[in-house]
C-alpha cells in the first residue's frame, strides 16, 4: 500500500525541462513537403507510383481517429530495422510474463492476460482518448509493437524462461490442489491474479526515476534500476506470504536481476535499441538457468536441450544485429525516444499538443 500511494502521488523525481515550442516543424511539411507546399528538401525515393501520375506520393491511412498521409512506398528493410531498433518498450513485457508464470504456473494464463494487456491499450484510445495508462494519444506506438514486439518476440521467450527456472528449481504451484468450478476457486484465482498485477506495478517507477547517470563510458538507468529492486522486493514479500524456501528466492531473485541487467547498464555513447537488449538479457538469464540445470541437478537433459533454442535464438539475434550489425539501424531517430510526435528535434513534442476546449 505504501508503495502504491508513492507511486501514485508523488511527482517524478527527476524532471525534465521541455525544449523550446520555437523548434517545433509541422509534421506534414517535413515528411511531405509536397503536400504541405512547401520547397521539397530533398526527392522522396520510392519503389511505387502511380502510372501517369508522378503528383501522386502520398495515400491517405484511416487510423480510427485520426487520417494520415502516407508516402507510397514501402519499405521492408525499414519495417525490419524498426522492429529490431529503437524505443520499443519491451522491458516490462520481459519482465511481466517471466513473473507471471513463476506465479501462476499457467502459460495459458500469462499468454491470455499479455493479449489482454495489448487489447485494452487499444480500448482506452477510443473509450478515454488516451492510451497505455494515460499516455497522449500523439505519442502511441507502432501496431507491430503490439503483436510483434510485445508478446511474439519479448513476452513468449521470458515466458518460456520463467517455465525453465519453476522446472529447474522445483518451485512449487500455488494451485496444487487443485481448482473446482465454484466460489472458493474463483477468489483464489483472483487473488493471484491481484497478487501479479500489484508486483507488475513496479514499472511505474521507471518514469519517478527516469534518468542516467554516466560512469566512464557507461550509462546506468536509474529508472530500471530502482524498478529492478522494487520487482525483487515484491517478489519476496509474495514469497514470504507463501512461506516458501528462501534459499530457492534467492535462485529466482539472481535470475531477475540478470535479466534486468542489460536494461539498466548500457554503453554511454549509444542509443537505446531495447528489443536487443531483451535479446541479451533473456540469453544471459537462460544461461544461467541452464548452467544450474546441467551441472547442479539430475534433471531431465531432454527438457535443457529444448529449453535453450530460444536463448540461443536470442543470443544469435543479438550478436547479429547488436554487434555485427547485418542490418543497419535507421538513419532517423524516430524511434529512438517515447514520445516522439515527429515535430520537433526532442522526445518531448507530444507535450505541446493540447486539446481544445
Not at 507546399?37 to 526527392?43: F, K, N, S, T, W
Not at 566512464?216 to 534500476?225: H, S
Not at 531473485?253 to 535479446?279: G, N, S, T, Y
Not at 536463448?311 to 547485418?326: E, K
Request: charged share 15%; aromatic share 14%; proline share 4%.
Amino acid at each position: 500500500m505504501a508503495y502504491t500511494l508513492l507511486e501514485t502521488q508523488t511527482g517524478d523525481w527527476f524532471p525534465t525541462e521541455l525544449s523550446s515550442g520555437a523548434t517545433l516543424i509541422d509534421a506534414a511539411t517535413l515528411l511531405f513537403p509536397h503536400v504541405a507546399g512547401a520547397a521539397r528538401v530533398a526527392p522522396l525515393r520510392s519503389p511505387r507510383s502511380v502510372a501517369g501520375r508522378p503528383d501522386i506520393q502520398s495515400f491517405g491511412f484511416d487510423l480510427g481517429g485520426s487520417t494520415c498521409a502516407c508516402t507510397l512506398q514501402w519499405d521492408r528493410e525499414q519495417y525490419r530495422q524498426r522492429v529490431l531498433y529503437g524505443q520499443k518498450y519491451v522491458c516490462a513485457h520481459a519482465v511481466t510474463p517471466f513473473v507471471g508464470y513463476v506465479l501462476l504456473h499457467r502459460w495459458q494464463w500469462v499468454l491470455l492476460y499479455k493479449l489482454f494487456n495489448e487489447i485494452a491499450e487499444e480500448i482506452t484510445m477510443p473509450v478515454f482518448g488516451k492510451w497505455a495508462g494515460g499516455d497522449k494519444i500523439e505519442a502511441v506506438e507502432s501496431r507491430y509493437d503490439s503483436l510483434l514486439n510485445d508478446v511474439l518476440l519479448t513476452g513468449v521467450p521470458f515466458m518460456c524462461l520463467g517455465i525453465h527456472l519453476v522446472y529447474v528449481l522445483d518451485i512449487p504451484d500455488l494451485f496444487a490442489a487443485g481448482l473446482m468450478p465454484d466460489v472458493a476457486s474463483a477468489k483464489k484465482v483472483c487473488l493471484a491474479f491481484f497478487q501479479w498485477w500489484v508486483i507488475n506495478n513496479y514499472y511505474a517507477v521507471i518514469k519517478k526515476f527516469g534518468t542516467e547517470v554516466v560512469v566512464g563510458g557507461a550509462a546506468i538507468d536509474v529508472g530500471n534500476l530502482v524498478a529492478c529492486f522494487v520487482t525483487v522486493g515484491l517478489v519476496f514479500v509474495w514469497w514470504e506470504m507463501q512461506a516458501r524456501s528462501r534459499a530457492t528466492f534467492a535462485g529466482v531473485a539472481l535470475c531477475l536481476c540478470v535479466l534486468w541487467a542489460p536494461f539498466i547498464l548500457m554503453q554511454a555513447d549509444k542509443p537505446r535499441h531495447e528489443q536487443l537488449q531483451a535479446f541479451l538479457a533473456l540469453a544471459l538469464a537462460g544461461a544461467g538457468v541452464s548452467a544450474y540445470h546441467y551441472f547442479y541437478t539430475d534433471k531431465d537433459r531432454r527438457v535443457l536441450a529444448v529449453a535453450v533454442v530460444p536463448y540461443l535464438v536470442g543470443l544469435a539475434t543479438f550478436y547479429l544485429f547488436g554487434v555485427s550489425s547485418s542490418l543497419a539501424a535507421p538513419a532517423d531517430l524516430f524511434y529512438y525516444h517515447s514520445g516522439w510526435c515527429g515535430i520537433t528535434d526532442g522526445p518531448d513534442a507530444c507535450d505541446f499538443i493540447t486539446t481544445n476546449p
